[in-house]
């Protein structure tokens, strides 16, 4: 099994990784507003998509061809990867969040790189090495100390088992997305992926209907940051650093999710966090540094 020789990539990959990430962690604090805000789980999904369909559509008209022209055969299955990576994550991830706090979304969600690492290994021929393995375990150590800094300890509801689900669906979304990455360009990539997931969320079409009815003016606002930010162009940002990053080195920068998240909720919504949660973040950045220096060393 040999090692990807990517310790060192480029300025557009680093850029592509903290537009990512923070417009990711963002989502976790806006998905609960909007929810609040009266949008039911598919309604918010559907909502959110349908909107960040119509970015790609406007993306793809102005962006110059590049690349191979994309097989029907591959968009076929690009449009099947969003149905599940996309579509099954925000619908689990969205129910949720109706019981699970958005801290507490976010760690757990925070933990798919270490499936996404495995599945790297074995699928792709991608390698971690021992001080990787030591950064994971410390920033799990981080994130698990933010989240009893915040919650004070994990309550177990069906909230849990859809966020666990998530988590699952997420690990394998980079996975079943990198090899098309080697031969079409990122927008080309992300836009039928993001097809393909509000496709399969077209199932909630008429929650969104009845959602549009009673939602405040400050929940729609929020979706459509939710469409514009977190979805379009955050999975644009993925995919170009994905394109030129190993992907398990790339998910280990998901550990920066939960302190993100917790900086942004005490921002946005007047949450507080605790020092635990502050001593957890910085764990967690000083695991992610280990996984990357791993790469640098090798």
Same mark, same amino acid.
């Given at each position: 099994?040999?090692?990807?020789?990517?310790?060192?990539?480029?300025?557009?990959?680093?850029?592509?990784?903290?537009?990512?990430?923070?417009?990711?962690?963002?989502?976790?604090?806006?998905?609960?507003?909007?929810?609040?805000?009266?949008?039911?789980?598919?309604?918010?999904?559907?909502?959110?998509?349908?909107?960040?369909?119509?970015?790609?559509?406007?993306?793809?008209?102005?962006?110059?061809?590049?690349?191979?022209?994309?097989?029907? !055969?591959?968009?076929?299955?690009?449009? =099947?990867?969003?149905?599940?990576?996309?579509?099954?994550?925000?619908?689990?991830?969205?129910?949720?969040?109706?019981?699970?706090?958005?801290?507490?979304?976010?760690?757990?969600?925070?933990?798919?790189?270490?499936?996404?690492?495995?599945?790297?290994?074995?699928?792709?021929?991608?390698?971690?090495?021992?001080?990787?393995?030591?950064?994971?375990?410390?920033?799990?150590?981080?994130?698990?100390?933010?989240? =009893?800094?915040?919650?004070?300890?994990? !309550?177990?509801?069906?909230?849990?088992?859809?966020?666990?689900?998530?988590?699952?669906?997420?690990?394998?979304?980079?996975?079943?997305?990198?090899?098309?990455?080697?031969?079409?360009?990122?927008?080309?990539?992300?836009?039928?992926?993001?097809?393909?997931?509000? =496709?399969?969320?077209?199932?909630?079409? %008429?929650?969104?209907?009845?959602?549009?009815?009673?939602?405040?003016?400050?929940?729609?606002?929020?979706?459509?940051?939710?469409?514009?930010? %977190?979805?379009?162009?955050?999975?644009?940002?993925?995919?170009?650093?994905?394109?030129?990053?190993?992907?398990?080195?790339?998910?280990?920068?998901?550990?920066?999710?939960?302190?993100?998240?917790?900086?942004?909720?005490?921002?946005?919504?007047?949450?507080? %966090?605790?020092?635990?949660?502050?001593?957890?973040?910085?764990?967690?950045?000083?695991?992610?540094?280990?996984?990357?220096?791993?790469?640098?060393?090798?």
């Amino acid at each position: 099994m040999l090692a990807v020789n990517n310790s060192v990539f480029s300025l557009k990959a680093k850029l592509a990784l903290v537009v990512a990430i923070t417009f990711w962690a963002s989502a976790f604090v806006a998905i609960r507003a909007a929810l609040q805000g009266g949008y039911s789980p598919g309604g918010l999904a559907l909502m959110r998509y349908l909107i960040a369909s119509l970015c790609m559509f406007g993306v793809l008209f102005f962006h110059p061809k590049q690349g191979n022209n994309i097989t029907f !055969r591959d968009a076929m299955l690009l449009l =099947l990867v969003g149905m599940v990576g996309i579509g099954c994550y925000n619908v689990t991830l969205n129910y949720s969040e109706l019981t699970v706090p958005s801290g507490m979304a976010s760690f757990i969600v925070s933990q798919s790189p270490l499936i996404t690492t495995l599945l790297a290994v074995l699928f792709l021929n991608e390698r971690i090495y021992a001080i990787g393995v030591l950064g994971f375990l410390v920033s799990i150590f981080g994130v698990a100390l933010m989240t =009893l800094g915040e919650q004070g300890g994990f !309550r177990w509801n069906q909230g849990m088992i859809c966020i666990l689900l998530a988590t699952f669906v997420g690990s394998l979304y980079s996975i079943l997305q990198k090899p098309y990455l080697k031969k079409y360009h990122a927008i080309e990539v992300t836009a039928y992926v993001i097809w393909g997931g509000t =496709l399969a969320l077209l199932f909630f079409l %008429p929650d969104l209907q009845h959602d549009l009815s009673h939602t405040s003016a400050s929940a729609n606002w929020v979706t459509l940051y939710l469409g514009v930010f %977190p979805a379009a162009i955050g999975y644009i940002a993925w995919s170009y650093a994905l394109a030129e990053v190993p992907a398990a080195r790339a998910v280990s920068f998901l550990y920066f999710s939960p302190f993100i998240a917790t900086l942004l909720g005490w921002l946005w919504l007047d949450e507080h %966090p605790m020092l635990l949660s502050f001593l957890g973040g910085l764990l967690a950045i000083l695991g992610v540094w280990l996984v990357n220096y791993s790469y640098r060393r090798a």
